[in-house]
């Protein structure tokens, strides 16, 4: 009797699989370049027409409502019921309410902190962590909340601009000190909207399971957040601006799509297919990696205050800091013990039998 011959392995499987989410992170990084050079020629074109940023974040997400609706159709299909639909719309106001502080931190600190501050949303995995996490950790991940908040304390200290960065006396030439530096207060918006950001993503991910309902779900949170920031964007129109800001809205510009078609919509999509293809979450290092090579590449076009080894050196500490506040549990849990996800919230895996 022949013994039967031993399986000839493959090696072409083993050279493809390194090569198969190669395709998904250049989209990746291409969809957060466009994302973030919409983000500059936002505060560009609000700097120089001084028009109302909140009005002109309502403006963006009346098209953009009506294209989720468009695509998604939530009112086609399973008919969603409203223990889904309710907190839905009160994520929608927990947008309304991140674009209202992202636009004002935006012109009051500039491109590079608000968006280095929608990171601060890594907050939240030391709170989940203090109230439902074990204790093994929990000091570690205080740590890491520390170092969170060095960093936003050095980047509201100037260290990122070359007028008051502590390393730009190695130049050459002595920078001239245009205005003062941020401060901690100036701060507190962009980090608040930073934090809502974070709340809204976990909000959206505990409500829907499947991704498909997922995407029905937002295209209601977008038009209600456009509800909801109506009569913010009137007041603040009314208050802020002059009596004919809004006929100089030039909608046509690169400003305007961009912040619509990159900002909102194409981000969205990229953000999903990252999280559910590549495992990669907003509150990340890896993810913070790639945003920060693409605002180096957007301060040193605009020719912006930039200090690179500054802001490096920020960087560096708030990816520690991520690191540290959104770390895994690396002990052996029980399957109806919470288990923590890669942006540090908790979650029940219940057990499931083997078909």
Not at 52 to 64: E, G, H, K, N, T
Not at 304 to 326: N, Q, V
Request: hydrophobic share 45%; aromatic share 12%; with cysteine.
């Amino acid at each position: 009797m022949m013994s039967p011959k031993p399986p000839i392995s493959d090696p072409r499987p083993a050279r493809s699989t390194p090569l198969r989410p190669t395709p998904l992170q250049i989209i990746h990084v291409i969809g957060n370049f466009m994302r973030i050079w919409s983000v500059y020629s936002l505060y560009h074109y609000l700097s120089d027409k001084g028009d109302s940023v909140v009005a002109f974040i309502f403006s963006c997400l009346v098209p953009s409502s009506i294209v989720f609706l468009v695509l998604q159709k939530p009112w086609k299909g399973r008919p969603l019921p409203n223990s889904q639909v309710i907190p839905t719309v009160i994520n929608g106001g927990i947008m309304a309410l991140y674009y209202t502080l992202w636009g004002k931190g935006l012109l009051s600190c500039g491109p590079l902190v608000a968006l280095i501050a929608e990171y601060a949303g890594a907050i939240l995995g030391v709170l989940s962590a203090a109230l439902y996490g074990r204790r093994v950790r929990i000091w570690k991940k205080f740590g890491g909340l520390a170092a969170m908040m060095a960093s936003y304390y050095f980047l509201s200290n100037g260290w990122a601009t070359r007028s008051y960065s502590p390393f730009s006396s190695f130049g050459r030439e002595q920078v001239v000190q245009e205005k003062q530096p941020l401060g901690m207060k100036e701060m507190v918006a962009p980090i608040s909207a930073g934090i809502l950001s974070a709340l809204r993503r976990v909000i959206a991910r505990r409500i829907s399971l499947k991704n498909q309902l997922k995407r029905r779900l937002h295209a209601i949170t977008v038009a209600s957040a456009t509800c909801f920031l109506f009569p913010v964007a009137m007041w603040d129109t009314i208050l802020g601006s002059t009596s004919d800001s809004i006929i100089k809205f030039q909608f046509p510009s690169w400003a305007y799509l961009s912040t619509i078609v990159f900002g909102i919509i194409f981000i969205y999509y990229i953000d999903n297919v990252a999280e559910e293809r590549l495992h990669l979450v907003f509150s990340s290092p890896r993810h913070l990696m790639v945003s920060g090579g693409c605002i180096i590449l957007m301060e040193i076009f605009y020719k912006m205050d930039f200090s690179l080894l500054g802001f490096l050196i920020c960087s560096i500490i708030l990816g520690y800091g991520i690191f540290e506040a959104t770390s895994l549990e690396r002990s052996k849990t029980s399957p109806s013990e919470p288990q923590e996800i890669s942006d540090g919230t908790f979650h029940n895996h219940l057990p499931v039998s083997a078909i």
